[in-house]
């Protein structure tokens, strides 16, 4: 059974730090997903990677498939940065297999 | 676009009732999802489609049913409510292993 770890669970940071959130899997996988939830909100998808890394704006993803590991980091945060990040993992058994397993999702609270 | 809607928004039952969430899509998506999600765990899927005419377990089937009514549209149905059942339901699209789009979820209590 793949297993998906993130840390930290909670963050606190002021305006304008610099963030990373870390994610953990098991078992081999074909992709990795970072995606974002407002309090209250909808479920929003950042990024989806394979290898490598991507960039959105002030948002930045890794990953090391050796390692196992992803990290999403935001540079220059901001109060409206504030929200769940969750990282997702779809493994390589093959066929059609479109099944994530999801991490319990890292808490930011990014304060003016 | 409307993007992935859901249908209701919230919605209160009584132990032993019945009730079905609706989810549709307009994107033209062939998989689609319903996940739960409760608090301090991640999200849990129930059913999935991989394709229109195809259905098929998650993680928590139990207590549940799906029906692919076409490829737009994706219902999740509790036969008979039970209070574990209590939780916000998403539901999801994606174009096979691609990005997943969600909708706004429902938040059901169970009393």
Redesign the interface.
Known sequence: KNE?EQSPQNLTAQEGEFITINCSYSVGI??L?W?QQHPG?????LF?LSSGKKKHGRLIATINIQEKHSSLHITASHPRDSAVY?C?V?SDSGG??????????TLLTVNP | NAGVTQTPKFQVLKTGQSMTLQCAQDMNHN?MYWYRQDP??????IY?S??EGTTDK?EVPNGYNVSRLNKREFSLRLESAAPSQTSVY?C?S?W??????????TRLTVL
């Open positions: 998906v074909s992709a997903h995606l909100g909808g479920i929003v998808s989806m969750i997702a779809r059609s297999n479109y099944k994530l397993t999801f991490g319990k999702g | 998989s301090g765990m991640g999200l849990r899927l999935y991989a394709s998650g998403f999801a994606s096979g292993a691609d990005t997943q789009y969600f909708g706004p979820g």
